[in-house]
């Protein structure tokens, strides 16, 4: 009890008062204001398949707040229903559309108004050629011309002609008769329907109506004249049955059609283009897809089950592995924060509602969630409907107070903590988070671009400035310990000598460190070499020293390889007497500035024989 | 008239005046109600839909009331806060025919019914009026608080009764309520509440100053 206080949705309770039974897909039910009195109610189609009677029968159903105000039944089963308004004359008036089979049924203030039938799609020459013979030939040469029409893909003939293959030998002559002079052409079922708005995106602004057919074709209708304004196909290829469909953008201007193939393929159309674009393609069957409109990115649950986010040109954002089967999946456009929300139903109950990756709410009822619908309802903004596979209506509404956070955090502690097998694996092919840009970057990246030349200049200027800095410091570090008795108070005195042998090319050179004091031990020391690398290579440059005791000297040494000309074997015209020298500073470990800096003239190298 | 206005200004030296919030979910009829304190000619016909919110001016029980008609829609809730501190005292309206935003429970008034259903379903009208009394600026003043349950002339509006028990109002202890059943539209049940609110404001004042007072005078004795 305590928890359901803290919860970012408020339940309603229909109680036992009448509890209403709706079987029903979210694409089924719509929200609409048909009574143009500002109480927005809720429609939906209850579909009885496991009837008594034989034919599936299907109701259109208006509810008023949480009571069933109106029934009527409907001609067959609807694939969606949609509620829209056709023009801009006031009063706003919406139109309720039913997409059954064919057609799609045209309904204001609840009466039928407008049956609309896609077109039919030309049918095959041969399949013509039989049914101009069929009437006029002997029933005994039927056969063989059936035979012809077996042969042709199944999907590809007239519903006509797929009955008349069905039946049998005794049947088949009263149909011919009854059908031989019926069009012969292939009609596609609608699968999916959705709006998409005309011109802006303000409320309730006149849409046209978007349809996929199970022949693989999408169409606008415009539902004025109802004229089609726009015709594509999913892709080139047939058997792309699309199932799943997401519209963004607005028809004047530019807009999206994601499609979501019964074979797990995602397709996207542009206005621009009328043949659909292959983007993604999964080896299990999709339940749910999404255009989000904000960052559009398409969101996409599937029966591996993962919940899957792509961008438009199909890479791979990110994926969650779910726990159960994914049913459903609704966008939650939360315009006062600014987000918007994907609830995710889940097998057993549970409804997820994710921002981006992160999971921001959870909900659990006692049973599968069937159907999800959410929007303005009644006198409330945010009001979630939820049927469940029983048929049972809940209600929430979102609590005005809710903010929805991306808690980054708790998102990776939750994680860690259900790690299973697979889910590491969703983890490690995800994309790395990626820092968000700052305003100061954005600022300055465009400012760089507008001024190329001037932030190149400066940059270098100051870029001079600084190794003319660090190379000032350097010398000066040098210089100021140039002696070969260690000057540093703190540390034992150290003196350092050198001597070079050798008459070239290669020499040798060889340096002996002393402890001065008489009872400290100089440890952590260091020598480091250095020379004109045009003149002199070093294969060592580097040496650690032992601790040197006091009164025991420590002789190292080097071997130095003067740089002769491979032609004239003479030392290069750059080295001269003045510069002919070999840097040796003592560095204790842990200061930066050596103890002992010496430089070792070298002699002239002999030419190597 | 103006003049004698300004005259009974000038002999009532110190008048009656108070601010009052008007609450309550949208298409609850705070802006109805208020239309009805209003003088005849100033009263509108078609009511719409507040926007942010407005001020309304009228005189009842010789008192000047200054309401601030506040806007129910989800978006524009936000401001409710705003007023909460210049205010002496509360009307929040409810629809008592919405059952959606209300939930149902309410019908059994069985006691051990009613608490699990408000701790345990709150609804919107409940939600919202929550969130108002636990408010900083209202939780620790005694600022009386009138529920009118309007709509009360529609055949599935709940009982006054009913809407108490379904939004816990006997858990309120602090606050002086008060809950009448109304219709905006005939003006039933509108004056009656009132009355009660502006005794409660009057009597708020007054026990103020006498506090105000007494504290004076110890301050003087010490």
Same mark, same amino acid.
């Given at each position: 009890m305590a928890t359901a206080l803290t919860t970012n949705w408020l339940h309603v309770d229909i109680g036992d008062e009448t509890p209403q039974l709706l079987s029903t897909l979210s694409s089924c039910m719509t929200l609409s204001d048909v009574q143009c009195d500002g109480y927005v109610r809720l429609l939906a189609a209850d579909i009885s398949l496991e009837d008594e009677e034989e034919q599936p029968s299907a109701k259109l159903k208006v509810f008023r707040g949480l009571k069933l105000k109106?029934?009527?039944?409907?001609?067959?089963?609807?694939?969606?229903?949609?509620? %829209?308004?056709?023009?801009?004359?006031?009063?706003?008036?919406?139109?309720?559309?039913?997409?059954?089979?064919?057609?799609?049924?045209?309904?204001?203030?609840?009466?039928?108004?407008?049956?609309?039938?896609?077109?039919?799609?030309?049918?095959?020459?041969?399949?013509?050629?039989?049914?101009?013979?069929?009437?006029?030939?002997?029933?005994?040469?039927?056969?063989? !011309?059936?035979?012809? %029409?077996?042969?042709?893909?199944?999907?590809?003939?007239?519903?006509?002609?797929?009955?008349?293959?069905?039946?049998?030998?005794?049947?088949?002559?009263?149909?011919?008769?009854?059908?031989?002079?019926?069009?012969?052409?292939?009609v596609g079922n609608i699968v999916a329907m959705c709006c998409l708005k005309r011109v802006s995106s303000s409320p309730n602004p006149p849409s046209h109506l978007v349809l996929a057919t199970d022949t693989g074709r999408v169409f606008v209708l415009e539902p004025q004249g109802f004229n089609l304004v726009y015709q594509a196909r999913t892709c080139s290829y047939e058997t792309a049955v699309p199932s799943l469909i997401s519209v963004h953008g607005t028809y004047e201007t530019d807009f999206c059609i994601v499609l979501g193939t019964r074979n797990g393929g995602v397709y996207l159309l542009r206005k621009a283009n009328n043949e659909g674009q292959e983007i993604l393609k999964l080896t299990t069957a999709l339940?749910? !897809?999404?255009?989000?409109?904000?960052?559009?990115?398409?969101?996409?649950?599937?029966?591996?089950?993962?919940? @899957?986010?792509?961008?438009?040109?199909?890479?791979?954002?990110?994926?969650?592995?779910?726990?159960?089967?994914?049913?459903?999946?609704?966008?939650?456009?939360?315009?006062?924060?600014?987000?918007? @929300?994907?609830?995710?139903?889940?097998?057993?109950?549970?409804?997820?509602?994710?921002?981006?990756?992160?999971?921001?709410?959870?909900?659990?009822?006692?049973?599968?969630?069937?159907?999800?619908?959410?929007?303005?309802?009644?006198?409330?903004?945010?009001?979630?409907?939820?049927?469940?596979?029983?048929?049972?209506?809940?209600?929430?509404?979102?609590?005005?107070?809710?903010?929805?956070?991306?808690?980054?955090?708790?998102?990776?502690?939750?994680?860690?903590?259900?790690?299973?097998?697979?889910?590491?694996?969703?983890?490690?092919?995800?994309?790395?988070?990626?820092?968000?840009?700052? =305003?100061?970057?954005?600022?300055?990246?465009?400012?760089?671009?507008?001024?190329?030349?001037?932030?190149?200049g400066s940059f270098q200027v100051e870029l001079w400035r600084l190794r003319h800095t660090a190379a000032r410091a350097t010398i000066d570090a040098i210089n100021s310990s140039e002696s070969t008795?260690?000057?540093?108070?703190?540390?034992?005195?150290?003196?350092? =000598?050198?001597?070079?042998?050798?008459?070239?090319p290669a020499f040798r050179l060889y340096l002996t460190v002393q402890n001065l004091s008489t009872f400290k031990m100089a440890s952590n020391l260091i020598v480091l070499l250095h020379a004109d690398r045009r003149h002199y290579t070093m294969s060592q440059t580097l040496a650690r020293l032992p601790s040197v005791l006091p009164g025991i000297p420590l002789r190292v040494d080097f071997e130095v390889v003067a740089v002769l000309d491979a032609l004239d074997k003479l030392p290069p015209a750059s080295l001269t007497p003045d510069n002919s020298q070999i840097r040796v500073m003592l560095l204790k470990t842990g200061q930066s500035k050596p103890l002992i800096a010496a430089a070792v003239a070298m002699p002239q190298s002999e030419a190597a024989f | 008239m103006g003049m004698l206005n300004n005259l009974a200004d000038l002999i009532k030296v110190k008048k009656d005046k108070m601010t009052i919030l008007v609450l309550g979910l949208n298409n609850s009829g705070k802006s109805t109600i208020l239309n009805h304190f209003k003088k005849p000619n100033e009263q509108s016909a078609i009511m719409v839909p507040t926007v942010?919110?407005?001020?309304?001016?009228?005189?009842?029980?010789?008192?000047?009331?200054?309401?601030?008609?506040?806007?129910?829609?989800?978006?524009?809730?936000?401001?409710?806060?705003?007023?909460?501190?210049?205010?002496?005292?509360?009307?929040?309206?409810?629809?008592?025919?919405?059952?959606m935003r209300f939930g149902k429970k309410s019908i059994e008034c069985n006691c051990v019914v009613v608490t699990s259903f408000t701790l345990g379903l709150p609804v919107v009208v409940k939600d919202e009026l929550d969130l108002v009394l636990q408010h900083p600026d209202l939780c620790n003043r005694t600022v009386p608080i009138l529920f009118y349950g309007n709509?009360?002339?529609?055949?599935?509006?709940?009982?006054?009764?009913?809407?108490?028990?379904?939004l816990g109002l006997d858990n309120i202890k602090d606050k002086p309520w008060h809950i009448c059943s109304s219709n905006a539209i005939s003006g039933e049940g509108l004056d009656e509440g009132v009355q009660w609110l502006v005794q409660q404001i009057r009597f708020a004042v007054l026990s103020h100053r006498k506090g105000s007072k007494s504290k004076h005078s110890s301050k003087i004795n010490k």
């Open positions: 109106q029934e009527q039944p409907l001609p067959g089963i609807p694939t969606a229903i949609e509620s %829209l308004y056709i023009d801009e004359t006031e009063p706003k008036t919406p139109v309720v559309a039913v997409a059954i089979a064919e057609s799609v049924l045209f309904y204001r203030h609840l009466k039928p108004y407008f049956k609309y039938t896609v077109p039919a799609l030309d049918a095959e020459e041969l399949e013509l050629e039989v049914w101009r013979k069929l009437p006029v030939m002997k029933s005994d040469t039927h056969d063989a !011309l059936l035979q012809l %029409l077996k042969d042709v893909d199944h999907a590809k003939l007239s519903r006509k002609t797929q009955r008349l293959l069905q039946l049998s030998g005794d049947e088949r002559d009263s149909f011919i008769s009854t059908h031989k002079d019926s069009p012969v052409g292939r339940t749910g !897809l999404l255009l989000l409109p904000v960052d559009q990115t398409i969101v996409v649950t599937s029966m591996e089950p993962r919940y @899957l986010c792509y961008s438009k040109r199909g890479k791979l954002l990110f994926q969650l592995q779910l726990e159960a089967q994914p049913v459903c999946i609704l966008p939650l456009m939360l315009a006062h924060l600014g987000i918007t @929300l994907v609830a995710v139903a889940l097998q057993g109950g549970v409804v997820k509602f994710f921002l981006q990756r992160f999971l921001v709410d959870e909900l659990v009822l006692p049973e599968t969630v069937a159907a999800m619908l959410y929007g303005r309802m009644g006198m409330e903004d945010h009001v979630l409907t939820l049927t469940t596979q029983s048929g049972e209506i809940f209600i929430k509404i979102l609590r005005r107070v809710t903010r929805f956070e991306a808690d980054v955090v708790a998102a990776a502690a939750s994680a860690n903590k259900t790690i299973t097998n697979s889910q590491r694996i969703a983890e490690a092919s995800s994309i790395l988070d990626k820092p968000k840009k700052s =305003s100061i970057f954005v600022e300055q990246a465009a400012r760089e671009k507008q001024k190329a030349k001037a932030s190149y008795i260690s000057g540093d108070l703190t540390h034992a005195p150290v003196k350092l =000598s050198a001597e070079v042998c050798g008459s070239g | 942010g919110f407005l001020v309304e001016q009228f005189y009842t029980m010789g008192v000047s009331i200054k309401a601030m008609d506040m806007s129910g829609a989800t978006r524009y809730r936000n401001l409710w806060e705003h007023q909460f501190k210049n205010c002496q005292g509360i009307i929040y309206v409810i629809d008592s025919s919405d059952r709509k009360s002339d529609l055949e599935d509006s709940l009982s006054n009764v009913k809407i108490a028990a379904a």
